[in-house]
């Protein structure tokens, strides 16, 4: 166990919906990652937080988006869906924004 | 120039061999290269990690060798057991900056 919260486990939805994935970091992390992992794509990095605000951004769609809140814990919102966005989704975090990563067990989205 | 090739795609090893993974990169910026296991269902783990410092880390049957002059880098799990069969991702980082993840490879022990 990494420590590293996410919520839900799993979710199913149908295209063009929205939904909220939630993550709670490692206690005293400030740093939060969002991955998306796929079958053909690997471990894509989305969006980083760092205490609050945003520190890098990779390959994130303009339909998501993230805040991590001030109590560090962390929301990706996926909007306007579409089939290829079924995926395994993942939280990491880390104390500061060079530190070793800590993955959370993921949020596997459907969409149908 | 970001990314980081992971060979093989896929693996299989009799119970009590070597595994060996091998990565290459092209960024001679990167000062950090863990490598992460990851089981069906579950999310990516960190298991062992190097600096471009040393050659060799070993940890109980797990050594990363690291070869700077190449840019290269290989993960070999010795007495390799059923519980190793996972997916094995070899990853890099410069700074502050984003983690680079290889392929992947779906390592398979047979028992």
């Known amino acids: 166990d990494s420590g590293v919260t996410q919520t839900p486990k799993h979710l199913i939805t149908a295209t063009g919906q929205r939904v909220t994935l939630r993550c709670s970091p490692r206690?005293?992390?400030?740093?939060v990652y969002w991955y998306q992992q796929s079958l053909d794509q690997g471990l894509q990095f989305l969006i980083q937080?760092?205490?609050?605000?945003?520190?890098a951004k990779g390959n994130i769609l303009e339909r998501f988006s993230a805040q991590q809140f001030p109590d560090l814990h962390s929301e990706l919102n996926l909007s306007s869906l579409e089939l290829g966005d079924s995926a395994l989704y993942f939280c990491a975090s880390s104390v500061d924004i060079s530190d070793t990563q800590y993955f959370g067990p993921g949020t596997r989205l459907t969409v149908l | 120039q970001q990314q980081v090739k992971q060979s093989p795609q896929s693996l299989i090893v009799q119970k009590g061999g070597i595994s060996i993974i091998n990565c290459a990169y092209e960024?001679?910026?990167?000062?950090?290269f863990p490598w992460y296991q990851q089981f069906p269902g579950k999310g990516p783990a960190l298991l062992i990690a190097i600096r471009p410092d040393v050659s060799e880390k070993k940890e109980g049957r797990f050594t990363i060798s690291f070869n700077k002059s190449a840019k290269q880098f290989s993960l070999h799990i010795m007495d390799s057991q059923p519980g190793d069969s996972a997916t094995y991702f070899c990853?890099?980082?410069?700074?502050?900056?984003?983690?680079?993840f290889g392929q992947g490879t779906r390592l398979t022990i047979n028992p």
């Open positions: 990853a890099a980082i410069q700074g502050a900056q984003k983690l680079v």
């Open positions: 937080y760092y205490n609050g605000e945003e520190r």
């Open positions: 206690s005293g992390d400030l740093s």
């Open positions: 960024n001679t910026a990167f000062d950090y």
